[in-house]
C-alpha cells in the first residue's frame, strides 16, 4: 500500500547538504507528505511535513514540487548522527495511519 | 513531556505461546497505533486505538488484538505465537485533534519467538 519511491541507498559527506528524493506521483490533493527517519533499531522520529508549501524545522527542509509528483528532504549540513534510514510517506488523511515504504539508508561519511 | 514508553523492551517466547505488549502514549494523547517492523516485511500498520474504541484496523490475523483503556494507554496481544511474529513491535500516539497529527513513536519491543 506505500504510495511513495525512495533510492534504497545513499551517501552524503560530513557537514554538505543531504538531498533526499522522493516520488509520490499517485498523491491525492488533500494527502499529507511526512518524513520519518529511523536510527538502527530504535522507534522512527518525526522530522517534518507538509501539504504543498515548502516547509522548514530545526532539523530539515521539505521541498515539494508544484505538481506534489515529488518531493525532496533537505538535511542542511548532514553530521554522523544523521545516518539513519529515511522515510517518506504519504498520509491518508482519513485514516490514522501510516504506510511505510522501504526508505532510503543514508550513510554520512566522515 | 515524557515520549511514548513501551514495556517491555526486549521479550523472548516460545511457539504456540501468547504475549501482551504495553504502551503509554504522550500525556494528553487519545490516539495509539500499532506497528510491526520485520526485515522482510518492513513497517506494516496494525490498528489503531482512540477513545477506548479500534478506529483502524491493518491486515493481519486475527491472532493480533488490542485494546486501549481510558487512561489512553494501550496493549496488544498476539496469541498463538509463531516464527514470523518476532519482530520489533512499535507504538505511536498523536493528539489526534486534527486529520494531519503528527504520530509520535516509541523506542519499541522486540520480541523473539523461538
Known amino acids: 500500500d506505500a504510495k511513495t519511491t525512495q533510492p534504497p541507498s545513499m551517501d552524503c559527506a560530513e557537514g554538505r547538504a543531504a538531498n533526499l528524493p522522493c516520488n509520490h506521483s499517485t498523491i491525492s490533493g488533500n494527502e499529507y507528505v511526512y518524513w520519518y527517519r529511523q536510527i538502527h533499531s530504535q522507534g522512527p522520529q518525526y522530522i517534518i511535513h507538509g501539504l504543498k508549501n515548502n516547509e522548514t524545522n530545526e532539523m530539515a527542509s521539505l521541498i515539494i514540487t508544484e505538481d506534489r509528483k515529488s518531493s525532496t528532504l533537505i538535511l542542511p549540513h548532514a553530521t554522523l548522527r544523521d545516518t539513519a534510514v529515511y522515510y517518506c510517506i504519504v498520509r491518508v488523511v482519513s485514516g490514522n495511519q501510516f504506510y511505510f515504504g522501504t526508505g532510503t539508508s543514508l550513510t554520512v561519511i566522515p | 513531556k515524557a515520549g511514548v514508553t513501551q514495556t517491555p523492551r526486549y521479550l523472548i517466547k516460545t511457539r504456540g505461546q501468547q504475549v501482551t505488549l504495553s504502551c503509554s502514549p504522550i500525556?494528553?494523547?487519545?490516539?495509539v497505533s500499532w506497528y510491526q517492523q520485520t526485515p522482510g516485511q518492513g513497517l506494516q500498520f496494525l490498528f489503531e486505538?482512540?477513545?477506548?474504541?479500534?478506529?483502524n484496523k491493518g491486515n493481519f490475523p486475527g491472532r493480533f488484538s488490542g485494546r486501549q483503556f481510558s487512561n489512553s494507554r494501550s496493549e496488544m496481544n498476539v496469541s498463538t505465537l509463531e516464527l514470523g511474529d518476532s519482530a520489533l513491535y512499535l507504538c505511536?500516539?498523536?493528539?489526534?485533534?486534527?486529520?494531519?497529527?503528527?504520530?509520535?513513536f516509541g523506542p519499541g519491543t522486540r520480541l523473539t519467538v523461538l
Open positions: 486505538y482512540f477513545s477506548e474504541t479500534q478506529r
Open positions: 500525556s494528553g494523547h487519545r490516539s
Open positions: 505511536a500516539s498523536s493528539s489526534a485533534s486534527s486529520s494531519t497529527d503528527t504520530q509520535y
